[in-house]
């Protein structure tokens, strides 16, 4: 079974407004963390931003919020204000025993995001 | 800032070649990492290393394998590369440890590997 899922291959967005990039995943553990990369055309994968599964409130870097939502299992990336420069391939990840120090990162098969000016 | 470098952008072999693929990073990190990332599939974990000659399988290790004599040093080994084999190959290197907090892995560039 997937353990990350992001349903949306590709997306669009206009200059200057928001978007959210979907990421649902599944585990049994009490302790994970949810990432989020970007991967622009020089291939290079970029941290974003990072949520632990024990952590209240939704984690915000700049532009760019987590939603999460535990019971739902879903984690969200927000991107407000889009800018040309975000449009990249974008991925959702975890890694679960974090309490264990739990090595293994599993990826989403990403989200192409295309920002129209 | 932290930086992770792979020796080569872009990689042209022969089926049957031995290919290696180097990674270095300079921030001191016990965890290294080699993914590869093919369209639809996301990046998959081939095998990863959490200390100096120290290594584990992860979920594709079929046709590769991996050395690390060095802390800051992990290289990949496509023992007798396969067309099935071309792909984006990415490293990455973190700390290690619950006591590290988030862990997160920071990526070289990508190797852009192709077997003909």
């Known amino acids: 079974a997937q353990k990350i899922t992001q349903t949306q291959p590709g997306m669009f967005v206009q200059e200057k407004e928001a978007v959210t990039l979907d990421c649902t995943y599944d585990t049994s553990d009490q302790s994970y963390g949810l990432f989020w990369y970007k991967q622009p055309s020089s291939g290079e994968m970029i941290f974003l931003i990072y949520?632990?599964?024990?952590?209240?409130q939704n984690a915000t870097e700049g532009r760019y919020s987590l939603n999460f939502q535990k019971a739902r299992k879903s984690a969200n990336l927000v991107i407000s204000a889009s800018q040309l420069g975000d449009s990249a391939m974008y991925f959702c990840?975890?890694?679960?025993?974090?309490?264990?120090?739990?090595?293994?990162?599993?990826f989403g098969a990403g989200t192409r995001l295309f920002v129209k000016a | 800032d932290v930086k992770v470098t792979q020796s080569s952008r872009y990689l042209v072999k022969r089926t049957g070649e031995k290919v290696f693929l180097e990674c270095v990073q300079d921030?001191?990190?016990?965890?290294m990492f080699w993914y590869r990332q093919d369209p639809g599939l996301g990046l998959r974990l081939i095998y990863f290393?959490?200390?100096?000659?120290?290594?584990e399988k992860g979920d594709i290790p079929e046709g590769y394998s991996v050395s690390r004599e060095k802390k800051e040093r992990f290289s990949l080994i496509l023992e007798s590369a396969s067309t099935n084999q071309t792909s984006m190959y990415l490293c990455?290197?973190?700390?290690?440890?619950?006591?590290?907090?988030?862990?997160?892995?920071?990526f070289g560039a990508g190797t852009r590997l192709s077997v003909l």
């Open positions: 949520q632990g599964s024990y952590d209240e």
């Open positions: 990840a975890m890694r679960e025993g974090l309490n264990t120090g739990g090595f293994k990162t599993i």
């Open positions: 290393s959490y200390d100096v000659k120290m290594k």
């Open positions: 921030m001191d990190h016990e965890n």
């Open positions: 990455a290197s973190s700390f290690h440890g619950p006591g590290q907090g988030k862990n997160i892995q920071y």
